[in-house]
């Protein structure tokens, strides 16, 4: 299977930053990565497919970029509402794998 | 809109299995694959397989293999995921999703393992 790092683990940010949070696969999966926002006790809303194309509905300060095996995801300007934990996945291959997850807490 | 609708939540005793239902409501699965999530207390997402409902052909984490089976029953447009030889590890919320960019997701299913 295709291993999925995240970085970092955690990330401690105020109202108004820029926030980037990056994903290594262990082999390149273009263009197939997704990135997830979680809050606590609901399933994961989906944010950003095929690396770079934004869900409907998702305000555009979110963004993700890259390629290969080296993605990012960026909110250009923190809301109270994006504060939670944050996850990319591949599904490039016959099987899928996330990263461990960014947990971004209020500074 | 589609929307997955997940049977409910299960207690089990190790050893034994839990088997766990995701159903289309308002469209149907039509040619995407189906993917079960799980979720640990406190953890991360963890993809365990999938199917791809209407060839009825799945895929599964290397973690599960041998473990795990996810059937697709076509006339109810409903796919099953059944764990087998359950520990408290497994106590997790177990999610169903479609597509390969996951959405829309099932609501869970808390599966609590306990003796």
């Known amino acids: 299977d295709i291993q999925m790092t995240q970085s970092p683990s955690t990330l401690s940010a105020s109202v108004g930053d820029r926030v980037t949070i990056t994903c290594r696969a262990s082999q390149s999966v273009s263009p197939s990565l997704a990135w997830y926002q979680q809050k606590p006790g609901k399933a994961p809303k989906l944010l950003i497919y095929k690396a770079s194309s934004l869900e409907s509905g998702v305000p555009s300060r979110f963004s993700g970029s890259g390629s290969g095996t080296e993605f990012t995801l960026t909110i250009s300007s923190l809301q109270p509402d994006d504060f939670a934990t944050y996850y990319c996945q591949q599904y490039n291959s016959d099987t899928y794998t996330f990263g461990q997850g960014t947990k971004l807490e209020i500074k | 809109q589609v929307q997955l609708v997940q049977s409910g939540a299960e207690v089990k005793k190790p050893g034994s299995s839990v088997k766990v239902s995701c159903k289309a409501s308002g469209g149907t699965f039509s040619t995407y694959n189906l993917s079960w999530v799980r979720q640990a207390p406190g953890q991360g997402l963890e993809w365990m397989g999938k199917i791809i409902p209407i060839l009825g052909i799945p895929n599964y984490a290397q973690k599960f293999q041998g473990r795990v089976k996810i059937t697709a029953d076509k006339s109810t447009g409903t796919v099953y995921m059944e764990l087998s030889s359950l520990t408290s590890e497994d106590t997790a919320i177990y999610f169903c999703?479609?597509?390969?960019?996951?959405?829309?997701w099932g609501q869970g299913t808390l599966v609590t393992v306990s003796s």
């Open positions: 999703a479609r597509g390969g960019s996951l959405d829309p």
